[in-house]
Nanobody
Framework: QVQLVESGGGLVQAGDSLRLSCAASGRTFSPDAMGWFRQAPEKEREFVGRISWSSGSLVYASSVKGRFTISRDNAKNTVYLQMNSLKPEDTAVYYC???????????????WGQGTQVTVSS
C-alpha cells in the first residue's frame, strides 16, 4: 500500500508561482513513474506530466510545457510540481499519482493523493 499526500496549493494571482509537493509513504514504494493530474470544476481530469522515478525523464502536457517543471527527491520519496507563470485556466485540484508501469500498452496509476486546490485569480 502507498499513501500520497499533496501540499502547497493556494490562491495566487495570474503570473505568480507555486510549488506543489507530493510525499509518499508505504513499505512498497517503488514506482515506475509519478504523475501529476488536475481537475477543474465540471471538467474531466487532465494529465499534467510525469517523471520516471529511475531515470528522471519527463513528459508534459502541451498546456503546461515551458511553465511547469516536475522534479523528484528519491531519498525523500517526494515529487514536486513547480508551476510558474500561472494562468486562471490553471485553476484546479491537483493530484499526484503512483504508476507501477505500463500494462497492455496503457500506463496504469494505482494510487492517488487527496488533491490540493490551486486557484489563480486574474
Amino acid at each position: 500500500q502507498v499513501q500520497l499526500v499533496e501540499s502547497g496549493g493556494g490562491l495566487v494571482q495570474a503570473g505568480d508561482s507555486l510549488r506543489l509537493s507530493c510525499a509518499a509513504s508505504g513499505r512498497t514504494f517503488s514506482p515506475d513513474a509519478m504523475g501529476w493530474f488536475r481537475q477543474a470544476p465540471e471538467k474531466e481530469r487532465e494529465f499534467v506530466g510525469r517523471i520516471s522515478w529511475s531515470s528522471g525523464s519527463l513528459v508534459y502536457a502541451s498546456s503546461v510545457k515551458g511553465r511547469f517543471t516536475i522534479s523528484r527527491d528519491n531519498a525523500k520519496n517526494t515529487v514536486y510540481l513547480q508551476m510558474n507563470s500561472l494562468k486562471p485556466e490553471d485553476t484546479a485540484v491537483y493530484y499526484c499519482a503512483y504508476s507501477p508501469g505500463i500494462v497492455a500498452g496503457t500506463r496504469r496509476y494505482d494510487y492517488w493523493g487527496q488533491g490540493t486546490q490551486v486557484t489563480v485569480s486574474s
